[in-house]
């Protein structure tokens, strides 16, 4: 068996080279250990679900939050089509009730009082579903949004002119109170 070879005396300059590389992964280890122990980011406050819906322009009411006709997402006559403006509006609320953490509401379709009973009450569950639809695509659970068509029965201003039948042409958000 040959003899072990023996590695010559490192020089000055590879002495102070191995020094150095040794000394900077120790400098590294030890920031990379001081990082690992160190607190976690302070988490952001949680959102005061009351004010996040008013800011989001939702009026209390007896039966919870309620997003109301201001909220322009309005139809067009015997449509249940949301135009632009509509389902932006809609795809907010719906971005904004998810990152709340809000999985239940109710939307509620209605009609003007054009058209028959049956027809209305139709449109009204369709134009509910388009809006529940936008919602989801937010991220809102389908299975936690009760839809429904109230038809003409709930009107919020008279229907004896254009703008009257303009403004009951639409759909509630409604998040129940708790």
Known sequence: MPPPTTLPAPSGM???????????AAVFA???????????PAAAPPLDRATELQRLGFVRTEEGW?????GKILFDTASD????????VAGRIGSALVKL?????RVEGHTDNVGTTAF??????????????????????????????????RPVVANDTP?????NRRVAVIVPAQ
């Open 101 to 105: 953490g809000i999985n239940r509401l």
């Open 14 to 24: 590879a002495s102070r080279l191995r020094r150095h590389i040794l000394g900077s």
């Open 66 to 70: 309620e997003y109301p006709i201001s």
């Open 120 to 153: 209305n009450q139709t449109l009204s569950l369709r134009r509910a579903e388009a809006v529940a639809q936008t919602l989801a695509s937010q991220g809102m659970p389908m299975e936690g949004m009760a839809v429904r068509g109230w038809g003409k029965d």
């Open 163 to 167: 703008a009257g039948r303009m403004q």
């Open 30 to 40: 030890f920031a990379l250990l001081g990082a690992c122990q160190s607190a976690p």
């Open 81 to 88: 089509a949301l135009d632009p403006e509509s389902q932006a």
